[in-house]
């Protein structure tokens, strides 16, 4: 495993001047206000075959997911959330076309909002839409987390992981400007590191390709990664679409 991150931020102010200064930041859940037992929690509750399906096309194959969007608004430094009515996924991580994803709604149970808010506020203040969408993309991977460097043509992303059993999923990011259009990368990665259960990465989405490399199972036993990839949505994502 390499480590070319630098330091875990502590505090807001850390994270804010490190996404101007280098448009990303490395965090964890006990930084940004998240409940002890979050992961636990969160794991138990929404990664179950009830929740998590596999969708014909997906890519990789044997991946796990669900998903929710949350409509917010700032006003001055208080935030409201209500669940959106639309979900799609449009032309994103390579692959062509809408997609809807299985759909749990999160803002019904205190700690999934807990960490709606916890992330929003990881934006810098001078960067916040007052109205947006936040979507929240739930994954279990068990061998290929992705497939090539790649955008998911929003503004923010934020990864954070919840469990993993085995190695490899080695998180990195590229130059946008150093990946060509097959996705094969000229230059090396500005970042790459295996993300920690409870470990938060949050970069600029147009700055940077992403991306993870595959799982490796434990001896004798089978990988498996949780994570979760939210994206600070575009206004032309949902709000204004078509504009």
Not at 76 to 92: A, Q, S, V
Not at 122 to 137: S, Y
Not at 143 to 150: G, I, L, M, Y
Not at 184 to 210: C, M, N, W, Y
């Amino acid at each position: 495993m390499s480590d070319d991150s630098g330091p875990m931020l502590h505090g807001h102010s850390e994270i804010w001047a490190a996404l101007v200064r280098d448009g990303h930041a490395l965090t964890d859940d006990k930084e940004v206000g998240l409940a002890p037992k979050f992961r636990e929690n969160f794991v138990g509750t929404y990664f179950t075959d009830r929740v998590l399906r596999r969708d014909p096309g997906d890519w990789p194959v044997d991946r796990q997911r669900a998903r929710d969007v949350v409509r917010y608004q700032w006003y001055g430094d208080e935030l409201t959330l209500r669940e959106h009515e639309e979900i799609t996924i449009t032309n994103r991580a390579g692959i062509p076309g809408r997609r809807d994803h299985a759909r749990v709604k999160l803002l019904s149970d205190p700690q999934a909002e807990e960490l709606v808010r916890a992330f929003l506020s990881l934006v810098p203040p001078g960067r916040r839409l007052n109205d947006g969408t936040f979507g929240i993309n739930l994954f279990r991977t068990f061998t290929d987390v992705v497939t090539t460097p790649h955008s998911d043509y929003e503004e923010f992303v934020i990864l954070y992981v919840l469990d993993r059993v085995g190695q490899g999923a080695e998180s990195y990011l590229y130059r946008a400007s150093d990946v060509a259009s097959n996705g094969q990368p000229s230059a090396g990665p500005v970042f790459t590191q295996q993300l920690d259960p409870g470990q938060i990465l949050i970069f600029e989405d147009r700055l940077f390709k992403h991306g993870a490399t595959p799982l490796e199972p434990p001896h004798g036993g089978k990988a498996k990664r949780d994570a979760l990839v939210c994206t600070i949505d575009y206004e032309s994502t949902y709000l204004h679409r078509g504009q």
